[in-house]
């Protein structure tokens, strides 16, 4: 082929009006791997999904060798030789690794099934994975399903290869094996083939593309073909790229909000910090779990310490770690110096730990049980609620119209189903319940996800409020922007690991995103 194996021109997807994809416009060359970056929330994932055929464009043009199209659908994209290996595997967890490949494709015969386990074990010694093709999916780790989805995606025959985050749930020698087998298969322009490397780590980028192109909020911010990758040192690159992806890096001013609903104030006037004899609020000391690997954080009364990182690095098994749904393996959680490792969710609750969950809608909440239940779902089964076992609707409904009124929560009654909500009043109930009673600590996981502008600002601002009355707060959250104007200090996580913690500040933003990066 002499012209690109797989191009895109002015390819758009909103979603309820926002942009995920803006207009992308890129080309993948024979014989190339061409690595696409950005940071959470640039329109990455929402491109897979596209070329995955999962999805189709509002307007523009995908063109697959030499063909094209207005969108795909899952069966174009295979058809046309496009081999999609996702970061968050899509994998059937009651069927084998075998028979996961041969979802999608032809024949269920046994022959083809003994064959796909064949021909599973010669592409994956390749990689260095070693897993049976008889062993079935749901007992595989995150790392071993991703194996799992490497060798689904070079199975059947492929002219594009699209990896997303390859190595984000391998370990450093996993991840070494599949790059040095990725850099093999790169001498393939007389096949006409080519591969679309999405990921955040730098090295990995600069180590093995011919061509790297940054998002930024949906939108190309920046492309470095094979002239000024080879024309520039590595420190220059890495500044580039890193400029491509972040904007600029001085960290933007917080903007106060009145004293009545809590002011952004950073760690020194407000005396926050542990070097004036102030006990931590929450420790976690060499702290393993399954996805973990050795935290140790400190968060003091009225701090916000905010969590960074590229999405499937530890998140949700620190906040659930933190929150008691997720055991500790070693290592230990205290909270106000008394420790709760060995405590469970609800007890930790009655501590006063408190866990908003990024998925409202079903680890969050009840779609199906009301509003003044929701509110109550920490706490079933507690006076003056329940006595003897007796659920007292009018204590409820006192209880959940002062949350009504406190959170300005739109609902046409207390008992209305809570599925009927929007999102916004969805998580402004949430909020209303893990800040009743007497929180010490709150794990906020993505709070403002998928919330309007209007709806995130109250979040916020809750978010704040808190703080100013002392309670400690763990906020996680993909967006850097939010991070760096609430957040008085950023941990930054990778492969469960802590890989630095910085003070929000000047110059903050380039140390975050260094640390994202490497």
Same mark, same amino acid.
């Given at each position: 082929?002499?012209?690109?194996?797989?191009?895109?021109?002015?390819?758009?997807?909103?979603?309820?009006?926002?942009?995920?994809?803006?207009?992308?416009?890129?080309?993948?060359?024979?014989?190339?791997?061409?690595?696409?970056?950005?940071?959470?929330?640039?329109?990455?994932?929402?491109?897979?999904?596209?070329?995955?055929?999962?999805? !189709?464009?509002?307007?523009? *043009?995908? *063109?697959?060798?030499?063909?094209?199209?207005?969108?795909?659908?899952?069966?174009?994209?295979?058809?046309?030789?496009?081999?999609?290996?996702?970061?968050?595997?899509?994998?059937?967890?009651?069927?084998?690794?075998?028979?996961?490949?041969?979802?999608?494709?032809?024949?269920?015969?046994?022959?083809?099934?003994?064959?796909?386990?064949?021909?599973?074990?010669?592409?994956?010694?390749?990689?260095?994975?070693?897993?049976?093709?008889?062993?079935?999916?749901?007992?595989?780790?995150?790392?071993?399903?991703?194996?799992?989805?490497?060798?689904?995606?070079?199975?059947?025959?492929?002219?594009?290869?699209?990896?997303?985050?390859?190595? /984000?749930?391998?370990?450093?020698?996993?991840?070494?094996?599949?790059?040095?087998?990725?850099?093999?298969?790169?001498?393939?322009?007389?096949?006409?083939?080519?591969?679309?490397?999405?990921?955040?780590?730098?090295? *990995?980028?600069?180590?093995?593309?011919?061509?790297?192109?940054?998002?930024?909020?949906?939108?190309?911010?920046?492309?470095?073909?094979?002239?000024?990758?080879?024309?520039?040192?590595?420190?220059?690159?890495?500044?580039?790229?890193?400029?491509?992806?972040?904007?600029? !890096?001085?960290?933007?001013?917080?903007?106060?909000?009145?004293?009545?609903?809590?002011?952004?104030?950073?760690?020194?006037?407000?005396?926050?910090?542990?070097?004036?004899?102030?006990?931590?609020?929450?420790?976690?000391?060499?702290?393993?779990?399954?996805?973990?690997?050795?935290?140790?954080?400190?968060?003091?009364?009225?701090?916000?310490?905010?969590?960074?990182?590229?999405?499937?690095?530890?998140?949700?098994?620190?906040?659930?770690?933190?929150?008691?749904?997720?055991?500790?393996?070693?290592?230990?959680?205290?909270?106000?110096?008394?420790?709760?490792? /060995?405590?469970?969710?609800?007890?930790?609750?009655?501590?006063?730990?408190?866990?908003?969950?990024?998925?409202?809608?079903?680890?969050?909440?009840?779609?199906?049980?009301?509003?003044?239940?929701?509110?109550?779902?920490?706490?079933?089964?507690?006076?003056?609620?329940?006595?003897?076992?007796?659920?007292?609707?009018?204590?409820?409904?006192?209880?959940?119209?002062?949350?009504?009124?406190?959170?300005?929560?739109?609902?046409?009654?207390?008992?209305?189903?809570?599925?009927?909500?929007?999102?916004?009043?969805?998580?402004?109930?949430?909020?209303?319940?893990?800040?009743?009673?007497?929180?010490?600590?709150?794990?906020?996981?993505?709070?403002?996800?998928?919330?309007?502008?209007?709806?995130?600002?109250?979040?916020?601002?809750?978010?704040?409020?808190?703080?100013?009355?002392?309670?400690? /707060?763990?906020?996680?959250?993909?967006?850097?922007?939010?991070?760096?104007?609430?957040?008085?200090?950023?941990?930054?996580?990778?492969?469960?690991?802590?890989?630095?913690?910085?003070?929000?500040?000047?110059?903050?933003?380039?140390?975050?995103?260094?640390?994202?990066?490497?």
């Amino acid at each position: 082929m002499t012209g690109p194996v797989l191009e895109l021109r002015g390819v758009e997807k909103r979603f309820a009006g926002v942009v995920a994809c803006g207009g992308i416009s890129l080309a993948l060359h024979p014989g190339e791997i061409h690595a696409l970056l950005g940071e959470n929330g640039a329109g990455k994932s929402t491109l897979v999904s596209l070329l995955a055929g999962m999805q !189709t464009p509002d307007a523009g *043009e995908i *063109e697959v060798g030499g063909k094209r199209f207005a969108g795909l659908t899952p069966a174009q994209a295979l058809a046309s030789g496009i081999g999609v290996a996702r970061q968050h595997p899509l994998l059937v967890p009651t069927q084998t690794v075998a028979e996961n490949l041969l979802l999608g494709g032809a024949g269920w015969r046994r022959p083809r099934r003994d064959r796909a386990g064949e021909d599973f074990r010669h592409t994956g010694d390749g990689f260095g994975f070693t897993l049976s093709p008889h062993a079935l999916a749901g007992s595989l780790t995150p790392a071993e399903q991703t194996q799992v989805e490497i060798v689904r995606a070079l199975w059947r025959g492929w002219r594009v290869l699209v990896l997303d985050e390859p190595t /984000s749930a391998l370990s450093h020698d996993a991840s070494a094996r599949v790059l040095r087998r990725l850099r093999d298969l790169r001498d393939l322009r007389e096949s006409g083939r080519g591969i679309l490397l999405i990921t955040h780590r730098l090295d *990995e980028a600069l180590d093995i593309a011919g061509r790297i192109t940054v998002l930024r909020r949906g939108v190309v911010s920046g492309t470095l073909g094979p002239e000024e990758l080879a024309g520039g040192g590595r420190a220059e690159l890495r500044q580039m790229i890193r400029s491509m992806m972040f904007g600029d !890096t001085a960290a933007p001013s917080p903007t106060p909000l009145s004293q009545g609903e809590g002011a952004f104030c950073s760690p020194s006037p407000c005396g926050i910090g542990l070097g004036g004899g102030v006990a931590p609020t929450l420790e976690l000391a060499a702290l393993h779990a399954p996805g973990l690997h050795g935290i140790s954080l400190t968060i003091a009364p009225g701090e916000i310490l905010g969590i960074a990182g590229i999405d499937g690095n530890g998140q949700t098994a620190l906040a659930e770690a933190i929150a008691g749904l997720l055991p500790a393996t070693s290592g230990s959680v205290a909270l106000d110096g008394t420790p709760v490792t /060995s405590l469970p969710a609800a007890a930790r609750h009655r501590q006063g730990i408190r866990y908003l969950s990024d998925d409202r809608m079903h680890e969050g909440s009840a779609g199906a049980l009301p509003l003044a239940l929701n509110l109550l779902l920490k706490r079933i089964g507690a006076p003056p609620f329940w006595r003897a076992g007796v659920q007292q609707d009018a204590a409820i409904t006192t209880h959940a119209q002062a949350a009504i009124d406190g959170f300005d929560i739109r609902a046409p009654h207390p008992w209305a189903p809570i599925a009927t909500l929007s999102g916004g009043n969805i998580q402004k109930a949430l909020l209303s319940r893990e800040l009743d009673g007497a929180p010490r600590l709150i794990v906020w996981h993505k709070p403002c996800v998928g919330l309007d502008a209007l709806a995130a600002a109250q979040v916020q601002a809750r978010i704040r409020s808190a703080a100013v009355q002392g309670v400690a /707060s763990l906020l996680i959250s993909a967006d850097l922007d939010e991070l760096f104007a609430l957040a008085h200090r950023i941990a930054v996580l990778d492969r469960g690991q802590i890989a630095g913690v910085i003070d929000n500040g000047p110059g903050a933003r380039a140390a975050v995103a260094a640390l994202m990066t490497q």
